[in-house]
């Protein structure tokens, strides 16, 4: 019986941590990306926002093109909520 359960427990502990990996990986950076083109595109910002939205863009991209997912969303984020998304 106690094989058994070891074997349960190997096996429930292989299949959760992809699983569980999967579920805290970030946004694609190009999928945030084309949010942020949508959202600026109907906020219609001012021009200091524009800016810093367009200063926000360029870094994120320089990150998305690094393969650095998580801090390319964290800045497309940070211009989202310039917009007020």
Do not use: W, Y
């Amino acid at each position: 019986m106690n094989k058994f359960a070891l074997d349960f427990a190997l096996a429930t502990a292989a299949i959760a941590a992809p699983l569980a990996s999967a579920i805290g990986a970030p946004t694609p950076c190009e999928t945030a990306l084309k949010d942020l083109r949508a959202a600026e595109a109907k906020a219609g910002p001012n021009d200091a926002d524009k800016n810093k939205v367009s200063e926000l863009e360029t870094k994120g991209i320089e990150r998305c093109n690094a393969d650095d997912d998580k801090r390319a969303d964290d800045f497309f984020a940070q211009a989202m909520k310039i917009l007020g998304k």
